[in-house]
C-alpha cells in the first residue's frame, strides 16, 4: 500500500481526500500534509586491511540479503547519531572517523506499506572489530572488500548507488 492510499481521508476533519497530489491539502479544513521521505543513515565500516562489514538482514524487506549496518533516524536525531546508534544496536560496534559518502533515495516495503526513504551513507572504521557481532535484525556478519561484493547480493538498490561511490566507478 502506498502512503497516499492510507490518506483517503483528511486526518483533521475527515472528509474525503479526493485526490492524489502531494502535497495533500484537505479541501474542507486546509489541513496541509507533506509526503515527504523517512531518513536511514548506513555506513561502510572499514577495517584496517581495506575489508568491509557487511550484514546479513534477518528481516524482511531483503531477508538474506548483503547490507550495511545502520537504519532509520528517529526524530530528533542527527543522521550521525541515528547511525551511531543503529551501528550499536545491530553490531555492537562504536563508529570513529565517520565521513559522508553519498545519499540515494530508496522504498522501503514494511507491513503492506511501501515508504519512500532517503538513505545517507557514509564510510567509517570502527574501534575494536573484533567484537563485532550479529544483534538485533542481523543474521550474520561477513567482512568482504568492497570491491569484491556481487552488486547483485545488496539488499536494496540504494546499496548498490552506494557501492559504485565508494568505489569510483559509475553508478548503476
Same mark, same amino acid.
Given at each position: 500500500m502506498d502512503p497516499f492510499r492510507l490518506f483517503a481521508y483528511c486526518p483533521r476533519c475527515g472528509i474525503p481526500r479526493g485526490t492524489r497530489e502531494a502535497p495533500f491539502r484537505c479541501a474542507g479544513c486546509g489541513f496541509l500534509y507533506y509526503f515527504n521521505p523517512a531518513v536511514a543513515a548506513a555506513a561502510f565500516l572499514l577495517a584496517p586491511d581495506g575489508r568491509g562489514l557487511f550484514i546479513r538482514r534477518a528481516k524482511e524487506p531483503a531477508r538474506g540479503k548483503l547490507a550495511l549496518a545502520g537504519g532509520f533516524v528517529d526524530i530528533g536525531e542527527t543522521a550521525e547519531g541515528g547511525l551511531r546508534r543503529e551501528v550499536r544496536e545491530e553490531v555492537g560496534l562504536e563508529v570513529e572517523n565517520l565521513r559522508f559518502l553519498c545519499s540515494s533515495p530508496n522504498v522501503y516495503l514494511y507491513q503492506g506499506v511501501t515508504y519512500p526513504v532517503l538513505d545517507l551513507f557514509f564510510v567509517a572504521t570502527a574501534g575494536a572489530i573484533e567484537s563485532a557481532r550479529a544483534l538485533d535484525g542481523v543474521a550474520g556478519l561477513e567482512w568482504i572488500p568492497p570491491g569484491e #561484493?556481487?552488486?547483485?547480493?545488496?539488499?536494496?538498490?540504494?546499496?548498490? #548507488?552506494?557501492l559504485s561511490a565508494l568505489l569510483g566507478r559509475p553508478t548503476p
Open positions: #561484493v556481487d552488486p547483485g547480493e545488496l539488499a536494496f538498490p540504494s546499496l548498490r #548507488v552506494a
